[in-house]
Nanobody
């Protein structure tokens, strides 16, 4: 059993920066690859970023590459998503997720958090 609890998000202006956090718990939580997905109103869920257990490998969706940075602190069982230069099209509910690193990249996961709303005003 793995639980993921998210924090962060909120209403920001275009061009602002934001950091989302997700704390994992459970016996297998330290073995997970971790990632972030988002779902905008009226659209399907899409992959955003993923990071391997060791943190040495990362992958990003083309639309966010260069602006978003995924990182993890295994001592704190926490994964982060730092977002720079936010755009209105980044508005969505963001979910952290856990699973095999390569599966996350392909858009599938085994565990997920409660989600947090990120709204970017123009």
């Amino acid at each position: 059993q793995v639980h993921l609890v998210q924090s962060g998000g909120g209403l920001v202006q275009a061009g602002d920066s934001l950091r989302l956090s997700c704390v994992t718990s459970g016996r297998t939580s330290s073995t997970l690859g971790l990632g972030w997905f988002r779902q905008a109103l009226g659209k399907e869920r899409e992959f955003v970023a993923a990071i391997s257990l060791s943190g040495t490998s990362t992958s990003y969706q083309a639309a966010v590459k260069g602006r978003f940075t995924i990182s993890r602190n295994n001592a704190k069982n926490t994964v982060y998503l730092s977002i720079n230069s936010l755009k209105p099209e980044d508005t969505a509910v963001y979910y952290c997720a856990g699973g095999n690193y390569f599966s996350l990249i392909k858009g599938t996961f085994d565990y997920w958090g409660q989600g947090t709303q990120v709204t970017v005003s123009s």
